[in-house]
């Protein structure tokens, strides 16, 4: 038995981890002993409403440039981002923008969605909206993103007469 010193200068004996000397832990290698089994399951993945969030905040917070959505996104969603990323409140210099909840609706045929986002910076809470559609090739892609209001497309003021 070696012996090893503590900081007061007194020996103490040293002994193997996990237990008595000589003994080992049963089952294959890599394994807990009382796990009882391997862990067969894939690891949990995301839903796409949720990634979508993450990457969405990512760009809109200057972590991302825009076109790192370019082949996530569909129709207007695109030119609505680079709208709106620039001047965003989400690229402020204090703590970084974290997506706190993602909701959504499914339409009836399940080929799109409609997802809404909190986001906290610091103390302040802001919402998102995007929405999702289902293409051909089974890959969701982004159609629409506003940001508290910002990214709608401008609507026309009627003038009276």
């Given at each position: 038995?070696?012996?090893?010193?503590?900081?007061?200068g007194?020996?103490?004996?040293?002994?193997?981890?996990?237990g008595?000397?000589?003994?080992?832990?049963?089952?294959?290698?890599?394994?807990h002993?009382?796990?009882g089994?391997l862990?067969?399951s894939?690891p949990?993945?995301?839903?796409?409403?949720?990634?979508?969030a993450e990457?969405?905040?990512?760009?809109?917070?200057?972590?991302?440039?825009?076109h790192?959505m370019?082949?996530?996104?569909?129709g207007?969603a695109?030119?609505?981002?680079?709208?709106?990323?620039?001047?965003?409140?989400?690229?402020?210099?204090?703590p970084?923008?974290v997506?706190?909840?993602?909701?959504?609706?499914?339409?009836?045929?399940?080929t799109?969605?409609e997802?809404?986002?909190t986001i906290a910076t610091?103390?302040?809470v802001?919402?998102?909206a995007?929405?999702l559609?289902r293409?051909?090739?089974?890959?969701?892609?982004?159609?629409?993103?506003?940001l508290?209001g910002l990214?709608?497309?401008?609507?026309?003021?009627p003038?009276?007469?």
């Amino acid at each position: 038995m070696t012996t090893t010193l503590t900081t007061t200068g007194t020996p103490r004996p040293r002994r193997a981890p996990g237990g008595p000397a000589g003994t080992r832990p049963r089952g294959p290698a890599g394994t807990h002993p009382r796990a009882g089994h391997l862990r067969t399951s894939r690891p949990r993945t995301l839903p796409p409403h949720t990634v979508f969030a993450e990457r969405l905040l990512a760009v809109l917070s200057g972590e991302r440039p825009v076109h790192w959505m370019l082949g996530h996104t569909v129709g207007e969603a695109y030119e609505q981002l680079v709208r709106i990323a620039p001047a965003t409140p989400l690229r402020s210099l204090g703590p970084r923008p974290v997506l706190r909840r993602c909701s959504v609706q499914v339409d009836d045929d399940r080929t799109a969605v409609e997802a809404f986002a909190t986001i906290a910076t610091g103390a302040r809470v802001r919402a998102m909206a995007f929405r999702l559609e289902r293409g051909e090739d089974q890959r969701w892609r982004c159609a629409a993103v506003e940001l508290d209001g910002l990214g709608a497309a401008p609507r026309p003021v009627p003038r009276p007469a």
